[in-house]
């Protein structure tokens, strides 16, 4: 048998997600969040439609430290709730990591292959542009021998649909 082990673990975010606390205009270059996050210069935050328009995502980048609950970042181009009294407030989310496992082009796309006996463990880590049409980024060949830990991680640009492929019936870890 072959064993392997895949292990990251990146800096800890202490704040990962937020919910933005007042609605943002289109065009908007700061916003309120319900919790101090402690965010950085630079970091990319995601931000969903509340519009029930899927298109309406956002990924925005701050352009200071966040000041307590309040953002400085780049326009926004939609606008999003953030009223908690109604059902549309955003969760937003920090997709900043300080490791990131990706692929050297858009048409040569990694994917980790996980057999029996192997280990996978990633904390604080962000995958980027894994998979291909026909393979998964991640391959999991399940079996009790395997151990599989995934936690605080991000995933971005990635093959629709071919993401996680699980080829047995159980997951141990």
Known sequence: D???TFKTYGNTVSVIR???AADVA???TSSTTDV???WKNGDLIAVPSTSRTTSQYEAITLNADASGTSLSHSAYVNAHGGNSSTLIQADIANLTRNITVTSTSTTNRTYILLNSFGTISCYYTAFL?????S????????TSN???DFQYNVWRQTVLGSFIQFNASAVAG
């Open 129 to 133: 542009d894994l998979g291909t049409a």
């Open 18 to 20: 937020a919910k933005l």
């Open 26 to 28: 289109a065009t908007a």
């Open 2 to 4: 072959i064993r392997g």
């Open 146 to 148: 395997n151990v599989i």
């Open 135 to 142: 393979l998964g980024g991640f391959q999991f060949t399940s």
């Open 36 to 38: 101090s996050t402690g």
